[in-house]
């Protein structure tokens, strides 16, 4: 099965990764905003290198990163939450990559779990102070 992806954004021109915080929508309680916290700062981190990693990635292995992303993540996510020895730096690996793959190949970037990415300048990015948009989506 073939699946036709947007145009790798490396090919035209030079990638300009944008990987910033944003608040909370909500008032989390004391646990959820440790928890909200430690991730952010993971994502900070973690972000830009994997969107650097997949937007060198050739095209066939899209599809195969997006599998491996979905099946560690769905499978293993809760270690994220409540770390264990075996499964959590593949958890968190495989979350980046995904997110890094979704900032890639979706039109003005993602919002979630306490960060903003991006891989080019577009209109309402939380990265610009001017921007109304500084809070992160709702699931």
Avoid: W
């Avoid at 090919?11 to 646990?31: F, G, H, I």
């Avoid at 979704?102 to 960060?115: S, W």
Wanted: glycine share 8%; proline share 9%.
């Amino acid at each position: 099965m073939t699946r036709s992806h947007p145009p790798h954004p490396t090919r035209k021109a030079e990638l300009a990764v944008t990987v910033v915080s944003v608040p909370a929508p909500a008032r989390l309680s004391e646990k959820e905003q440790i928890f909200r916290d430690g991730l952010t700062e993971h994502l900070l981190f973690a972000l830009p290198v994997a969107m650097l990693e997949v937007s060198r990635m050739p095209p066939r292995a899209l599809d195969s990163l997006r599998m491996n992303a979905a099946v560690a993540i769905g499978g293993r996510g809760d270690v994220l939450q409540f770390p264990s020895k075996k499964h959590t730096a593949e958890a968190g690996q495989q979350l980046g990559l995904g997110l890094a793959y979704l900032a890639l190949m979706t039109p003005g970037g993602i919002t979630k779990f306490g960060v903003h990415a991006c891989a080019a300048p577009h209109d309402d990015c939380p990265a610009d102070a001017s921007s109304s948009n500084q809070t992160e989506s709702t699931p």
